[in-house]
């Protein structure tokens, strides 16, 4: 079934330490995007990407990075994690064809930083 | 810069009731608005959505929601809800099909049978 994958599910890390999540998708979709959901303060973006070998700063990039080699594949890298940053991640993709801004979300990446 | 404001938290409506959950929006142009919901242990999936035309858009499950330009508003609608509509609900904005997403906060629906 084509769709968006994102790994680890859960993961609880240290304070310090480096960590990558995972989100890959089969749709051939050109845009992608890393929001993290916080209660009461919704989904937030983190960084997005309209093409391959292109990413942007979305509204919370602090201590976040991104990479976009291939159309496929978007992974977010916390390179210190801090306890702020405990939160669920979410990876979307969309087609963003003219009037095709839909997007279509991971089941999500649940991180705890201690 | 875009953002996206909901005017409710939490509602707790009994069933049948009717539901009006409100969206506001900034953005000086044209947009492209949204509602996505998450059920409980699901992904979030789109509701509805307004690209152009119609401001009266309806989406799944008999939800709908008008588009004001006047208010830059997005109020999501139904008229009588069911136990299963339990869920989060976020308005979302975008300025063109190759503009970044926005969401709002969320509102949190409970629906009591």
């Known amino acids: 079934i084509a769709g968006i994958t994102q790994a680890p599910t859960s993961q609880i890390l240290a304070a310090g330490r480096r960590m990558t999540l995972r989100c890959t998708q089969d749709?051939?979709?050109?845009?992608m995007y890393w929001y993290r959901q916080d209660l009461g303060l919704g989904l937030r973006l983190i960084h997005y990407?309209?093409?391959?070998?292109?990413?942007g700063k979305g509204e919370v990039p602090d201590g976040y990075s991104v990479s976009r080699a291939n159309t496929d594949d978007f992974p977010l890298t916390l390179a210190s994690a801090v306890p702020s940053q405990t939160s669920v991640y979410f990876c979307?993709?969309?087609?963003?064809?003219?009037?095709?801004?839909?997007?279509?979300f991971g089941a999500g990446s649940r991180l705890t930083v201690l | 810069a875009q953002s996206v404001s909901q005017h409710n938290h939490h509602v707790i409506l009994s069933e049948a009731a009717s539901l009006e959950l409100g969206c506001n929006y900034s953005?000086?142009?044209?947009?492209?608005l949204f509602w996505y919901v998450q059920y409980p242990g699901q992904h979030l999936q789109l509701l509805l959505k307004y690209f152009s035309g119609d401001p009266l858009v309806k989406g799944i499950k008999g939800f709908e929601a008008e588009f004001i330009k006047s208010k830059f508003s997005f109020n999501l609608r139904k008229p009588s809800v069911q136990w299963s509509d339990t869920a989060e609900y976020f308005c979302a904005v975008s300025g063109t099909s190759y503009d970044k997403v926005i969401f709002g906060p969320g509102t949190s629906l409970s629906v009591i049978p």
């Open positions: 979307a993709s969309s087609s963003n064809r003219a009037g095709a801004n839909v997007l279509t």
């Open positions: 749709m051939r979709h050109n845009a």
């Open positions: 990407s309209n093409t391959a070998g292109t990413t």
């Open positions: 953005y000086g142009g044209t947009v492209n």
